[in-house]
């Protein structure tokens, strides 16, 4: 078994040597030269002939030549990155080279705003104390692909995502070299904050098809070109205006274009910046913003077969952040704004410090790159291309931190009107209107905005939280630092030596990465391509945090404050002293009560180390009628962390459940260093793929696109609580014991999936149909939160999560005359999972979380009732109009009207475990555990199931474990219009000007929902008078921790005005 | 060539030169006393027992002493009559009205650092030579961390509400308990004293100067459990003060009698109240636990502390896992929060007859921390604490 990938690699290639190898003699060929209006070569360019499906792309020099073709009447389809495509009708004649001289795009001006659209969306990126993060747009970039050029920016605002698949399933590429991080999945696309033109020319490939730099995966695959001679030669400097989260932007791109001496070289630097949007409700408030990027590139080339790249970039950034808030905060905040047109945009991370506004949510990154790339094309038929790249990724975020002292978030749950509904809501979700006795409670009273409250809400306590909160009291609504500092300043009158009652402290996770690849083409054989690839990455994310601002406190203590706050606790379920546990509260155990003043390291400190190395072979066969390519690729990846402190919730975890001890602290515990080491978990991933297009005649094709692979669990959700030990998701230790390869992907996810197109290309009109359907088996998810009955934070690592993802895309372009075309685009998916969860839950500060015949439980296993949940990940139906303008003085224009629905709550598992329905969890050996406070206790079921098997709960409680539709009730507010304007005059000695004005969400809608979660605290009472394991109950009030939401930006608008000389 | 170098050196200068601008430094923002008549202005600066006192208008009723309850008979809101009141109630609640801007002002006496004032704030004042104190109900975990000991705050308080729990005043906000889920559920439900939230607190708060260490009063027991006085004395609670030369007696009030503690679990809540510990747990009914202790002249009281403090699994000073026998060897200072507080639903309190309890029972110190109990034996060695460990 172990052989078989060998075995496969050896087939495949014995397949290619027995083809007839029949090389044609000199034939037809076509040639010619791509340049912009303004006479600037095009590099680059995709030139494809439509009816032969074939294609090249354009050198330095603009040129191009096919070679080989048929004689006749053909469509000349041609596809530049930042120029609008072009299809030419030509006629080709046989046996000699027809040459069509220069071939003239118009430049897309428009495309450097709705870059800025997709770049402004992945870096407000919202993080939130339950981890939670909004996955960016797809990366679907403009093409001839009728589809993606309308959806890839008319579709980023509400987060479309392809297919329904994370950013993890898409691979990105620079220069032939992966950086897809191997720790998060994903592609960085701040590290090229600003930087437009940098990241400018890329080949893009949909799902699952073939492309020529990489095995691909399930999403689209992206290869950015930095070479310097694909950049038009000249100068080129921009200005930028916008109401985004910056305001203002500049930037200054030089090309050389290829010298006489082989070089080129090629920069930019770039520069946003926006000081704190001060207004409040205005887009970006409370948010600062500053980004410098550069990048330079250099190409040498000698001979006709070499060609070396060295790529750097990079943009140091410092920007501030907002949150997702409630549907209440959103509501009252925005009585605030009502008379202010477009503005929505609460942000409660922001308060004034000594009159002057500050983010406590700052973050700062800087992916420093080099890049070095060799091009060595060995003859016509071999080609080599090597890379080398170093990537470092420093990026940290700053919160506040606060001991033996209030939360000071002012949307924290009780500091809200709606806090005081507790305990006043009956068992049918209305206000109570006799209390307990029998005692009338009178009538209620409505607040301004039209809610009811009861008879039992104190009125002048309900309005004086309603008023503050509708009017924007900044002492209510916003973060008080004078308060902050004035803390940390009594506490050094009254405890010098003591810790800091707020610090702001910066969490760091920065990933330093090396990585080789290896991509060889061999085409001699005729109607084949085949390609062989290695990659190799060696990463290690670092985690760690340090004082960002000690807030004139004289110093932090280094102790875990749950622990220290439960310590009586902790101490009761192992039947110890407080004081033989003491350690339980240490950060660092080798370090206790360490004294930490300002850029300290404290808290955590640990690495992952991560290896990755992948084969990979492709052949692609092109014939008359038929293409057919098929691929195979094995990945060994391998991760072990390695932490530079010993915590001491793990050396109490190993105190009370010694047999545990290895998987804490690892197999070899503590090493001479000081370091703990843990179990290094490997494994092997095996994929292929296949795809065959059938060209029924020259404008249309089918297409059939299949593949099957195993992907190992993401470093970031393999370990159960990666800040104290070394736990991991129980199925990945097989692998140190493994005895058969089947072990190594046993922890793995495993995923099928293939989709079918229809395409069609005629001059007139253009369009696709495509549907497709993969399942996925196994996947991993880690979520972190805090947990009422616990009273701390507690993990859930869920394993076995199964899913599918089927639906249609469609997409037709009809040309309207001379000037207008109109674009039309839909999908229509279905993604959801389809079996329910394992999960194991434990605890951060290493509280008991239950307890059996055997004692205390430190991990209960249970289950998730996940079959049937919505994969929440963008909308599922998503309908665009696009209606374009140009004219030949330059003008362009368009329209675009979107409709988005089908989008879904994230949900969360905690409300979802089984054992909240049927009263019982188990241990790690599989015994009983009776749950304290479950939906059963409470008598929320009503004894019927839905049609996946979960019980149904009785309203109100049934509002607790329901996924919510994030569509608004008003299908008005379910439409998004964006339009774009814009003028390019050609100046003399090949200057030229152009302006665009791009507005995205002109009708202003502010009640669309992008995306959002649920909170995972359950709303609990305690029993009074009862023993500890029975003294929780679920209560009635279960709008106490409601779902959190993102919104979309109101109008907003990008202005570039751009001069190239 | 030099052209491009300028350019860009110039883009790159102005980068350089915006992104590295500073945060923001902390500003201060303490009050100092001409600041504080600036903001009371021509509101009313009342003293701490004033509004102890003052029968501010109710909408809730429920007030517990009858005298003043007439006063209030014909005010807003009231629907019952006064005959009513001879069933006097645990709770009482009386929004303080707005109009008018309201002040008090006092210093911080206590913090939660050890899980004994659960959100709760004590501030004290001086007026007249004596210090007259008033305890916050505020809804915040850890209130003390933000608003420290020895801070002195001003208070803007009309639109709040002076509430009592067992006789114990509070500066608070109206709340309807309907509590389905408590122990004797009955006379605790209604309009009850809630915390006051965070956010509306903050919103009400100026600090005046920097924080100074609270004064602490030295009294005798005899002093506050004198019946003669007991009206009078009632005004008391929440102030800070040191009783000196007193012990722990090894004992627990049991319904108002002297009983001696045990070795019970205590932890086991149904039979372990007598636990020789701190603070046994009461099943989560959070009604504070009392140990006694007795001075010279053989005068009683408690010390209280909660279930949930972190020491109140500390065996009492002296005593340990074989019972009680050394408590009185511990003799020194005990320094608390002194408090009233009147749990009987069926006490009469405007004649002062008490049908059930001595009012020695009714007193209690709540101590902020262990550190407030300065008890050496006569070597002069303090007490060593002890941990109760699960055998």
Known sequence: MKRFPFLLALILFYCNSIVAQEIAIEATRLSGRVIAEDGTLISGATVTLANQNLSTTTNPKGEFQLSYLEAGDEELIIDAAGYTGTIEIILIQKDQTNQLGDIRLQPDIALEAKDEVLLNLAESELNDDEGKTQDQASSASSSTDVFNNLIAYAWSTPRYRNRGYTQNYETNYIEGISFNSAERGQFNFSAMGGLNDASRYKETTQAIEANNFSFGGLGNATNYLMSATNYAQGWKVSAAGTNRNYKAAVRATYSSGLLSNGWAFTGQLAFRFSPYTEKKGEIGEGINYYSFGYFFTAEKQWGKRHKLNLITFGAPTMRGQSAAVTQEVYDLTNRYNKNTWGYNSYNPYWGYQDGKMRNSRIVKSYDPTIIAGYTFNINEFHKLHLGLGFHYSLYSNSALNFYNAPDPRPDYYRNLPSFLRDGQIDENGNFITKDMRGQNLGSGFYDPSGNYLGGSIDKTTYMNLYDAWSSRDDATTQINWDNIYAANRANNVNNPDGAARYILERRHNDIYEGMFSANYQYTKIDHLKMTAGLELKESVGHHYKTVDDLLDANQWIDIDPFAERDIADLAENASLSQAEIAIVKQNDVANPNKVIKKNDRFGYDYTIQMTTFKAWYQNEWNWHDVDLYYAAQVTYSDMLRESKMMNGRAVYLCLIQPEMEQYYLGPKGLDQSGNLKGYRHRFIDPAFKVGLTYKINGRNHLKFNAIAMTQAPLARNAYISPRIHDRAVENIYTHDRAKNLKDYYAASEKIVGGDLTYEFNYPIVRGRVTGFYTRFWGGTELNAFYDDEARTFVNQAMTGLNRQHCGVEAALSVKLGTYFTLTGATSIGDYRYTSDAAVITSAENGMALGSNKNGAVYEIMDSVMMKGVRVSNGPQLNASLKLSFFHPKMWFADVTLSYFDWNYLSVAPSRRLKSLYTDTNYDNFGNAINVNGSYKDANALTGDYDKNGKPILKYPYSELDQQESLADANPWNRFLLDVSVGKLIYLPNRQSLSINLSCSNLLNNVHFKTGGYQQARLPRSTKQGVQDDVNSVINTNVWKFPAKYYYAWGANFYLTITYKF | ?391
């Open chain 2, 1 to 391: 060539m030099n052209k491009h170098i300028a350019t860009f050196s110039v883009i790159a200068i102005l980068a350089i030169s915006l992104i590295s601008c500073n945060i923001n430094e902390p500003g201060q923002q303490y009050i100092n006393e001409d600041q504080v008549k600036k903001i009371v202005g021509n509101g009313l600066l009342l003293n701490l027992n004033d509004l102890k006192r003052a029968p501010y208008m109710t909408e809730k009723g429920n007030y517990c002493d009858p005298a003043l309850y007439r006063l209030r008979a014909s005010g807003k809101g009231h629907t019952k009559d006064v005959s009513y009141l001879d069933t006097i109630w645990l709770f009482s609640i009386d929004t303080i009205p707005t109009g008018r801007p309201l002040y008090i002002r006092g210093r911080i006496t206590t913090d939660d650092f050890s899980g004994n004032f659960y959100k709760t704030l004590c501030i004290q004042q001086m007026v007249g030579g004596r210090q007259q104190a008033l305890r916050i109900s505020v809804d915040a975990g850890s209130v003390g961390g933000l608003y420290q000991i020895g801070q002195e705050l001003l208070i803007r308080i009309d639109g709040l509400a002076i509430g009592r729990y067992a006789n114990q005043p509070q500066l608070c906000v109206a709340s309807y308990n309907n509590n389905i889920y408590a122990n004797k559920a009955e006379e605790k439900v209604g309009w009850v004293p809630g915390r006051i939230p965070f956010s509306e607190f903050n919103k009400r708060v100026t600090l005046i100067g920097k924080p100074q260490t609270p004064h602490c009063d030295t009294i005798e027991i005899f002093d506050f459990i004198n019946h003669l006085n007991q009206v009078e004395n009632r005004f008391d609670d929440g102030r800070l003060v040191c009783i000196k030369n007193v012990y722990y007696t090894g004992q627990y009030s049991k319904y108002g009698d002297p009983a001696n503690c045990t070795t019970n679990d205590p932890d086991d809540f149904e039979n372990g109240s007598s636990a020789n510990v701190f603070a046994p747990s009461t099943g989560n009914m959070n009604f504070p636990q009392s140990r006694i202790i007795t001075d010279e002249e053989g005068y009683m009281t408690l010390v209280s502390a909660s279930e949930y403090a972190k020491f109140s699994h500390f065996y009492l000073p002296g005593a340990n896992e074989n019972g009680i026998a050394g408590c009185q060897d511990y003799v020194g200072n005990v320094t608390g929060i002194l408090g009233y507080y009147r749990d009987n639903n069926i006490t009469k309190l405007y004649n002062n007859v008490d049908s059930n309890a001595p009012a020695w029972a009714d007193w209690s110190i709540t101590i902020r921390s262990l550190d407030d109990l300065q008890l050496f034996d006569e070597d002069g060695n303090l007490w060593e604490r002890r941990e109760y460990r699960r055998k």
